[in-house]
């Protein structure tokens, strides 16, 4: 059983910076990689980021690129996302979660509020 847990959201101002972090708990699931993900007011949920578990490569969304990054805690289950140059497109919920497989995203946490106020 997989359970995810973001933490760390909550008011900043433009051009400020937050750290989320997902505190994950893997049992005897292997998991390929984690994920950040965002959802905005009235729109989907989009990726952000992810970080293959085993070699920690990285991928970034565009909007995250040179602002955003992901790292993991070594031999341990966290994730973090630390966002800088934070601007009020970036109010959402963000959600962490996890890919057992090459595409599917299996696991979900329940998702931590930012908002970037102007």
């Known amino acids: 059983q997989v359970r995810l847990a973001e933490s760390g959201g909550g008011l900043v101002s433009t051009g400020g910076s937050l750290r989320l972090t997902c505190a994950a708990s893997f049992g005897n699931v292997y998991v390929r990689a984690m994920g950040w993900f965002r959802q905005r007011p009235g729109e989907e949920r989009e990726l952000v980021g992810a970080?293959?578990?085993?070699?920690?490569?990285?991928f970034y969304a565009d909007t995250a690129k040179g602002r955003f990054t992901i790292s993991r805690d070594n031999g341990g289950d966290t994730m973090y996302l630390q966002m800088n140059s934070l601007q009020p497109e970036d109010t959402a919920v963000y959600y962490c979660?996890?890919?057992?497989?090459?595409?599917?995203?299996?696991?979900w946490g329940h998702g931590t509020h930012v908002t970037v106020s102007s």
């Open positions: 970080i293959g578990w085993s070699g920690g490569s990285t």
């Open positions: 979660a996890a890919r057992t497989g090459p595409t599917k995203w299996d696991y």
